[in-house]
């Protein structure tokens, strides 16, 4: 062989490993597969497995299998740092959901009739406007506020139903829905107003608009209410948003008693292609912790 011959050839095979070797290290995520369910992560949730850094740790979930992420209190974040999560979002191809507009644990919103209350909510409401321009989703989630126990049920109700009929009103034209979640009042916020899916399904139902739906938090439910499958069917024209957690402690799906492989193939057979969020904490400490839960998602999700 011609000295310049076999150097050619040689170059060429070396050029081939190294292009072989390139293409295996540009693509582990292949070796994952995604996730069928739509299950939506939490910053912070795969704490000691992930990166730290929230672009990187977006890029960390899709390499997992994950197509979609959430952010409760995104809200509290900088703009520029809200920019770069919707951008690693978009450029991988994943969808983002649900955020908080509005919240409080303390003050009569919804159920009472305080005008600087309620107008400090609807001062949100339009803020979340842009936030979910800038994340590209549609899905705002908005916190009723606490009850009040001097005031009878029913003009409670009746002054939530007004202030959601403005939400809606807000939302409407830029094609957003708000997503109401009801709160066990048994362990975990007893002097919220909205707890229950009877009661959030008759506010959606009131108000009548593609904009005002409802939250169904399977953890939330189970612990105020149980008969969880019932419960979903009935409200299932109303449910626009699924979150879920295990009982008791709200910790990752198959470690308490609720039966997730059989309520994530419940929804998915219904039709249900939405948000699944992953709204709670872990049964384990550290990088167990979120071995464990990554490895329950892959338990549960539908074959």
């Known amino acids: 062989m011609h000295r310049r011959t076999f150097v050619r050839n040689t170059l060429t095979a070396g050029a081939a490993v190294m292009a072989s070797m390139d293409a295996v290290r540009a693509s582990p995520a292949e070796k994952t597969p995604p996730f069928k369910t739509k299950f939506s992560p939490e910053f912070g ?7 730290t850094d929230p672009v990187d740790e977006v890029k960390w979930g899709y390499d997992q299998g994950f197509r979609a992420w959430e952010n409760t209190m995104l809200r509290s974040r900088p703009v520029a740092e809200q920019e770069r999560i919707s951008q690693a979002v978009q450029r991988l191809g994943m969808e983002f959901g649900q955020f908080v507009g509005t919240i409080t644990f303390e003050d009569i919103t919804f159920a009472g009739r305080d ?3 309620r107008d400090a909510v609807l001062a949100d409401v339009r803020a979340s406007v ?14 009723l506020g606490v009850a009040d126990p001097r005031l009878p049920w029913d003009f409670q109700l ?12 807000i939302y409407e034209p830029h094609g957003l829905v708000m997503v109401m979640e009801s709160m066990n009042h048994r ?29 169904f938090d399977f953890y939330h439910v189970q612990v105020q209410e149980g008969h969880l499958l019932p419960t979903l069917d009935y409200a299932w024209d109303e449910i626009a948003y699924i979150q879920v957690g295990d009982t008791p402690g ?52 539908v074959s």
């Open 130 to 143: 842009e936030v979910a321009k800038r994340m590209n989703t549609k899905y705002i989630h908005n916190v």
């Open 45 to 51: 949730i795969f704490k000691g497995l992930a990166p």
């Open 250 to 301: 709200r910790k990752e799906p198959t470690y308490g008693e609720i039966n997730y492989p059989n309520v994530i193939k419940h929804i998915y057979d219904k039709g249900y292609r939405g948000f699944v969020g992953m709204e709670h904490g872990l049964s384990q400490p550290g990088k167990a912790g979120a071995e464990l839960a990554l490895k329950a998602y892959r338990t549960i999700d």
């Open 115 to 117: 005008t600087s209350l």
């Open 187 to 215: 362990v975990d916020h007893p002097n919220m107003f909205l707890h229950t899916i009877p009661q959030a399904y008759a506010l959606a139902k009131a108000v009548g608009s593609p904009s005002v739906k409802v939250l």
């Open 158 to 169: 009746a002054n939530a139903i007004d202030l959601l009929k403005r939400i809606a009103d």
